[in-house]
């Protein structure tokens, strides 16, 4: 009952918080549309209210590390296992101008949709060859522009934590862009807040960490099936090794 009541008070903020943060982000974005065409400012803010829901939720303790090691004069393909919905707010640590590559269904989501189109985050429709396509013109665009793309190369949430199949994407971007891959590993939010329901399940330990960047030469030899494959065992390997 503790745990139900927690979880109703949680949500309940964070709905109160994107109520209040909405009509915020669109007078910004009005008045900024002419001057920060990236949303660079209104990314960072987005970052803001992730760590608000972060901070008011007891049900998350975080250690970050590795953080450091992000050079912020590169531009990176950024990567990551996926868990929890908890992980798009937990990424926002990394405090990097990012765009987001994600199932085209989440910009439908009321509110939370319309402050991804305003930050131009980039849609994909699964299984759709030209939106795939369209997701790779785009995320080359704002890679040209010194804009960092990330994407969780499962396209889904795992069932039981362990890292699913990886689509290959994000390492053909990576080929084809010629700039290195930032993975990071994250633990602990599929036991706060599994891929099934919204009910929080008690405190957990939650673990964001950085691990060294791949180089463009890295993955500049292999196939793209084979440096997919690689990578994917790097990170399982990592969460192994790590937590």
Same mark, same amino acid.
């Given at each position: 009952?503790?745990?139900?009541?927690?979880?109703?008070?949680?949500?309940? *903020?964070?709905?109160?918080?994107?109520?209040? @943060?909405?009509?915020?982000? &669109?007078?910004?974005?009005?008045?900024?549309?002419? @001057?920060?065409?990236?949303?660079?400012?209104?990314?960072?803010?987005?970052?803001?209210? *992730?760590? @608000?829901?972060? *901070?008011?939720?007891?049900?998350?303790?975080?250690?970050?590390?590795?953080?450091? $090691?992000?050079?912020?004069?590169?531009?990176?393909?950024?990567?990551?296992?996926? /868990?929890?919905?908890?992980?798009?707010?937990?990424?926002?640590?990394?405090? !990097?101008?990012?765009?987001?590559?994600?199932?085209?269904?989440?910009?439908?989501?009321?509110?939370?949709? %319309?402050?991804?189109?305003?930050?131009?985050?980039?849609?994909?429709?699964?299984?759709?060859? +030209?939106?795939?396509?369209? !997701?790779?013109?785009?995320?080359?665009?704002?890679?040209?522009?010194?804009?960092?793309?990330?994407?969780?190369?499962? =396209?889904?949430?795992?069932?039981?934590?362990? #890292? =699913?199949? @990886? $689509?290959?994407?994000?390492?053909?971007?990576?080929?084809?862009? =010629?700039? #290195?891959?930032?993975?990071?590993?994250?633990?602990?939010? =599929?036991?706060?807040?599994?891929?099934?329901?919204?009910?929080?399940?008690?405190?957990?330990?939650?673990?964001?960490?950085?691990?060294?960047?791949?180089?463009?030469?890295?993955?500049?030899?292999?196939?793209? #099936?084979?440096?997919? +494959?690689?990578?994917? %065992?790097?990170?399982? /390997? &990592?969460?192994?090794?790590?937590?």
């Amino acid at each position: 009952m503790r745990t139900r009541i927690y979880s109703i008070w949680i949500w309940s *903020a964070f709905i109160f918080s994107l109520i209040i @943060f909405f009509p915020l982000a &669109c007078i910004i974005w009005l008045l900024l549309f002419p @001057f920060d065409k990236n949303r660079a400012i209104l990314h960072y803010l987005t970052g803001y209210l *992730a760590s @608000f829901f972060i *901070a008011i939720n007891p049900f998350l303790s975080l250690k970050t590390t590795g953080i450091n $090691k992000i050079r912020r004069d590169r531009t990176y393909i950024i990567i990551s296992n996926h /868990q929890s919905i908890l992980d798009v707010l937990l990424i926002y640590k990394i405090k !990097m101008h990012f765009k987001w590559v994600s199932k085209l269904e989440n910009f439908s989501i009321p509110v939370i949709g %319309q402050i991804m189109k305003m930050n131009k985050h980039i849609g994909v429709k699964r299984g759709d060859k +030209e939106s795939v396509i369209c !997701m790779m013109e785009k995320s080359k665009y704002f890679l040209s522009k010194g804009i960092s793309i990330f994407i969780f190369p499962e =396209g889904t949430r795992s069932d039981n934590g362990e #890292p =699913g199949e @990886f $689509k290959e994407g994000a390492f053909r971007l990576a080929k084809e862009s =010629g700039l #290195p891959i930032l993975p990071l590993i994250l633990t602990g939010t =599929g036991k706060t807040l599994p891929k099934k329901g919204f009910l929080l399940r008690g405190k957990h330990i939650v673990k964001l960490h950085v691990l060294d960047e791949l180089s463009p030469d890295y993955c500049k030899n292999k196939s793209i #099936p084979e440096l997919t +494959e690689k990578v994917r %065992q790097y990170i399982i /390997q &990592c969460i192994n090794r790590h937590y």
